[in-house]
């Protein structure tokens, strides 16, 4: 069973819940009507990277799909997705900012199955989600099973993302920077970090090399 998993976390913001409503469109469309379950966590605080995986995969998920609440997926993502689980066990998508059509180098879905999250699982840090560093990670690892990103299958309205407002002030900032240096340094990726101050990765970063 594939799962999509999402923290629809609770917000009265007109334009976050617009931007949500836009999104859950597509995966009724692109996901849920195509044989994919939802899951979704509800939770106000900011949740683990990890936990928020365990959650989707629950007892039964063999594959799981991970998105941001405002990530707007195109009509035939789930062909590309499932293609590349059964070749590599994992992929992730870069996405397109809307309206202008410009791609961005972070990357708003991931997909894996079960079988590759566990093989990694010891690698990962200690990472919060919606905080910085955590998707340069993820895709590193998954580059490491061999798989590249192609054409982008997601789409997403051009906001000020959070994390940014207080980049290196906000507690759990601080601990995603401290936690990301340290892997990236632990695991040949130093030479990423601090390329262009102040943020911990390049943004203009895609493909590592």
Not at 164 to 181: A, G
Request: neutral net charge; hydrophobic residues 40%; glycine residues 6%.
């Amino acid at each position: 069973m594939t799962v999509h998993v999402v923290n629809l976390y609770p917000t009265r913001d007109p334009e976050v819940l617009r931007r949500r409503s836009v999104a859950i469109e597509t995966w009724i469309e692109s996901l849920w009507t195509r044989g994919v379950q939802p899951r979704i966590m509800a939770t106000r605080e900011i949740p683990k990277v990890a936990d928020l995986i365990t959650y989707g995969f629950g007892p039964v998920g063999e594959r799981i799909i991970l998105t941001n609440a405002d990530t707007c997926v195109v009509s035939d993502a789930l062909n590309t997705i499932s293609y590349a689980l059964g070749s590599y066990d994992c992929y992730y998508s870069r996405r397109v900012e809307a309206p202008y059509g410009q791609p961005y180098a972070g990357a708003d879905l991931f997909a894996m199955t079960r079988l590759w999250w566990e093989g990694i699982r010891v690698r990962w840090p200690d990472l919060y989600f919606a905080r910085e560093g955590w998707d340069f990670v993820m895709k590193a690892l998954m580059q490491e099973s061999g798989f590249r990103p192609t054409y982008p299958v997601i789409y997403h309205e051009k906001h000020e993302a959070a994390w940014k407002q207080n980049i290196t002030t906000d507690p759990l900032q601080i601990h995603n920077r401290q936690e990301c240096e340290r892997w990236a340094k632990a695991n040949g990726y130093g030479r990423y970090l601090y390329t262009q101050p102040p943020y911990l990765f390049a943004l203009e970063v895609g493909e590592l090399s």
